[in-house]
């Protein structure tokens, strides 16, 4: 049984940039960086930013509605929200940080696979 979907043609993107796709009802995020196809979920998992409309800078995504940062290689959380101080405490509690879901990908004959969820990242340890 093959549990990769087709998502796109792999020539529709170019190193360093993103674009939104959705699959079986689910928006995920489709990144090309250094050549490599990189699958996460499109939604930020703090307040549901829309990832795609934020900055890429390698493989770190930074979320435009609240300056979270993550790892689009692995879904590592490097910085939860762009706050400081108190409000980035405040922001903690009412969100936990969480890592963003990423997906196996493949490249077939020119087209972009997702495959299977990736197992997330441990937590950070403080």
């Known amino acids: 049984m093959d549990d990769y979907i087709a998502v796109m043609e792999s020539d529709l993107l170019e190193d360093g ?5 959705v699959v079986d009802g ?49 879904g590592r959380v490097l910085r939860w929200t ?3 101080g108190a409000a980035a405490s ?5 969100r936990h940080p969480r890592p ?10 020119g087209t972009v696979c997702v495959g299977p969820e990736r197992t997330p990242p441990a937590p950070a340890r403080p």
């Open 17 to 21: 940039e993103m674009t939104a796709v």
């Open 26 to 74: 689910h928006d995920l995020l489709v990144a090309r960086v250094d050549g490599r196809f990189l699958i996460t979920d499109e939604r930020c998992p703090h307040l549901g930013g829309h990832l795609v409309k934020g900055e890429l800078t390698g493989t770190v995504v930074r979320c435009p509605r609240h300056g979270s940062e993550f790892d689009l290689a692995d």
């Open 82 to 84: 762009g706050f400081d």
């Open 90 to 94: 405040i922001a903690a509690l009412v």
């Open 100 to 109: 963003l879901r990423t997906y196996e990908v493949e490249v077939r004959d």
